[in-house]
C-alpha cells in the first residue's frame, strides 16, 4: 500500500512488485491511481486509494485503514511505503505480518516540506522519531540506505535503490543532458533552468523527466514556454529510463540537506547503468559512487556556472565521454543490479509470510 508514492514509483512498482510477481506470487496492489491518472497494471490486482498531498492526508490514511482491515485475512503479508499508513495498521487485531519499507530519513524530510509551518517541524520530527522506534517494535523493517540503520536499535536488511541494467548500452552522444526524478527547489530545479538558459548557445538541450512539487511547477513551465529546457514531466520508469540512452550525461543537483547527506541519489546509479557520465552536486554518497568508477564529474552546490563548464567539457571530449559513460555502466552492472538485491527481498518477505516459493500463489 501506498498513498504518497505515484502508483508506478520504480522501486514499488518496477522492482519489489516486479520481483514477487516473478517469483510467482500474487500482488495486491493499492495506490492512488485515479488521483495520478493511471491504472494498474495488467500483473497486480489494484486498489484505489485517495492520495496523501500536502495537509490533505487524513481521508487517505482513513480509507487504507479500512483496506487493510478488509483485506487482513486475504493477504500472507502487507508492505507499507510511507511513515501516515503506519496509522493505517496500528492497532487493527488478527493482522499478518505488516512490513514498512523505510524510503528515507523521516524526520529530516520533514525539514524539505514547504506545506509544514516552521514552527510545527520540531514537534512533528519528534513524532516521527517516536513513530519510527514504535514501528520497529511492533513491525518488520525494510531499509532503502544502509545509512538508516543508525536511526534503529536492531538490524534490518537493507535492500538498495538499484536498478535494472540493461545488456546493452548505447554510447553518450553531445546534444542532451538529462535530469530523471523528482523535481524541487532542494533537488536543483532551479539551477537546472539556468543550465538550460547557458547550454542553448551551445545548442545542448536540457531534459528533465519527471513529477515537480507545486512550487516548482510555474518555474517549470515559464521555461518551457521560454524555449529554455524540455520538461516531461512524470513518465513511468519503464519509460523514462529509455530516454537515458545516448544523453551526454546526467544530473543530479541536490541541495545540501540533511535527508539527502546519507543517501545516495538514484538517479546516478540508472544514469550509471545507461552508460551515461555523472553530472553531481558533492552529497557524500554521490560523490563516493562516481569518484570510486571515475565514471563522471562533482561540482559544488548550486552553481550552474560550474554544471555547465562540467557539460561543455564532456561535450568536448567525446574520448573521455565514453569513458566514463562505460566505466559506470560496468560498475552499475557488477555492483548495482537490482536482480542481485530482489532474491534476498523475495526471499525476506517469504520468510516473514511464512510461505514457500514452490507451488501455490500467494499475496
Known sequence: MTVVHHPEDARILHRQIRALVDAGHEVTYAAPYTARGVVPRSWVT???LPRAAERKRFAAVRA??????????????ALIHDPELLFAVAGVRRRPPVVWDVHEDTPATLSLKPWLPRLLRPPVRALARVLEGTAERHLHLLLAETAYAGRFRQAHLVVPNETWVPDTVTPPGDDRVVYLGWLS???????????????????????????????????????????????????????????????????????????????????????????????????????????????????????????????????????????????????????????????????????????????????
Open 46 to 48: 489494484g486498489v484505489d
Open 64 to 77: 487504507a485503514r479500512n483496506l487493510f482491515k478488509r483485506l487482513r485475512d486475504k493477504v500472507d503479508v
Open 185 to 363: 527547489e532542494a533537488r536543483g530545479v532551479r539551477e537546472a533552468v539556468e543550465v538550460g538558459r547557458l547550454l542553448q548557445p551551445y545548442r545542448v538541450t536540457v531534459e528533465l523527466i519527471g513529477y515537480a512539487d507545486p512550487q516548482s511547477r510555474p518555474v517549470l513551465n515559464q521555461a518551457v514556454a521560454d524555449g529554455v529546457l524540455e520538461w516531461r514531466d512524470f513518465m513511468p520508469n519503464d519509460e523514462a529510463l529509455k530516454r537515458l540512452d545516448g544523453a551526454l550525461a546526467g544530473l543530479s543537483l541536490l541541495h545540501d540537506e540533511p535527508n539527502y547527506r546519507h543517501s545516495m541519489p538514484t538517479k546516478i546509479v540508472e544514469y550509471m547503468a545507461h552508460g551515461i557520465p555523472v553530472i553531481t552536486t558533492p552529497s557524500p554518497r554521490a560523490v563516493e559512487l562516481v569518484e570510486r568508477y571515475h565514471s563522471g564529474m562533482v561540482v559544488p552546490w548550486e552553481d550552474a556556472q560550474a554544471v555547465a563548464k562540467a557539460v561543455l567539457a564532456l561535450k568536448d571530449d567525446e574520448r573521455e565521454r565514453r569513458a566514463q559513460g562505460a566505466r559506470g555502466y560496468s560498475a552499475a552492472r557488477a555492483n548495482h543490479h537490482w536482480p542481485n538485491s530482489a532474491r534476498r527481498f523475495v526471499a525476506q518477505l517469504e520468510a516473514w509470510a511464512g510461505v514457500r516459493r514452490a507451488g501455490a500463489k500467494k499475496r
